[in-house]
């Protein structure tokens, strides 16, 4: 059996992340490497998988999952946004960074325009590849959801929008980092006033940013007299907020959609602030809400078990699925200050609700056991340790069972 001040303290930690690693940390390679062979395009594309920290591929979870474009290049980015981000910001999501570093004009352009360098125009293929092939490849092999968000930065973010304007039920979330909107004479703005006057965005979410680089000759240019300039040097500024402003005076498309300027980053600087900030903004509905109250010994039993449910309801709400309303960790907690307490119902609450959604969780068992140990009813705690044990199989709980049996007798 647990000390309960030590285990209460032990889930404290965690949960205020003041514990460092017990190993040594070492730099590694940002995602695993894979590969799908497309029909579509006649050519392999890489793309590389990235697990969120805990994740036990022994388990039959499934997170949300991101997809983002120049994944060489900006997966590490997202990466790190999602260590430092996820649980009380953003949920814990499997990665996906598509390699773009061959024919990545081609593939992320909507339509052909000529004279060009490069190949170009090639969008509308790219997308059938991503939607027919890989989508259904990593949800085949891969532990995730149905719940998409596309990530793309100047090309990518052009991408991003063009598939939202053009197949959006393809994407929960759009994230479009200083998006190359002057593509073909502003393309996409003209696309959004045909779709809009003719579609709902219900349920979509969309964040745009801009970076601080508004004249590729004239650093004083600002954000109030960029629009009054006519030059080439500030069309693709211009075509950013002319889109941005036809979204905001369409609100009635039910797009949810959040714009930002970054005055002190360059077109190569911005991904990594518009990666944090924008998805801060895209999960601005999975922020935990009222937690102070798991703190507060006066909160009732019945207000924080309405508090969970309505998360519990949110959450569902927006994935499509159901999902637990908050951290195992923090559950289990707030069940041990519960009975450090005294107030004994509501620990029993939290380890009921602890068992409801995380069924496979032998600590939840093990937890409860604790409860009833402490309520001095061994026999019941004996059957939450059985129930551990049969998750677990370890000698810990072995040994507990063995305890409590004789304490019985």
Known sequence: ????????????????GII??????????????????????????????????????ESDKKYPVSYILDGENLLPALSVTQKFYSGGFIPDMILIGISNHKNRSRDLTPTLVEPSWEPNG???????????????????????????????????????????????SLFENYLAIDPSLDWDDQLMLKQAKEVFSKESLEGKSLYVSLSGQLHMQKPEMTLE?????????????????????FIRANSETGLDFDWEFFSKDLHGTVPLPSLRNGLI??????????????????????????????????LEAHFGYPEPPFPEDLITMSGYMSMD?????????????????????????????????????PKTALEFVKK????????????RIEELTLMIK
């Not at 007299?225 to 941005?244: C, G, K, P, W, Y």
């Not at 005294?342 to 409860?368: L, R």
């Not at 551990?388 to 810990?396: E, K, L, R």
């Open 122 to 168: 090639g969008g509308a293929s790219f997308l059938k590849f991503i939607g027919e092939e890989l989508i259904p490849f990593i949800e085949d092999k891969y532990p995730v959801t149905n719940y998409r968000t596309l990530i793309g930065h100047s090309y990518g973010g052009l991408f991003a929008i063009n598939t939202l304007l053009n197949q959006p």
């Open 341 to 377: 307490r005294g107030q004994m119902e509501k620990a029993k609450m939290f380890f009921e609700q602890g068992i409801q959604y995380f069924p496979q969780s032998a600590n939840m068992y093990d937890s409860m056991a604790d409860y009833y140990e402490l309520k001095d009813d």
């Open 20 to 57: 460092g690693e017990a190993k040594a940390q070492y730099l590694v390679q940002t995602g695993l490497k894979d590969s799908v062979y497309s029909e579509v395009l006649k050519e392999s594309r890489e793309f590389y998988v990235q697990f969120p920290e805990g994740f036990d591929p």
């Open 281 to 314: 903004s895209l999960f601005e509905w999975f922020q935990m809400e009222r937690v102070e109250l798991f703190n507060i010994p006066e909160t009732t039993t019945e207000e924080l078990l309405e508090l969970m449910n309505y998360r519990a309801e949110k």
């Open 1 to 16: 059996m647990y000390n309960l001040n030590q285990k209460t303290f032990l889930c404290l930690a965690i949960l205020l």
């Open 388 to 399: 551990a044990f049969a998750i677990s199989g370890s000698d810990y709980h072995k040994n």
């Open 225 to 245: 007299n960029v629009m009054q300039d006519d030059s080439e040097f500030t069309l693709f500024a211009r075509s950013n907020i002319a889109f941005s402003d």
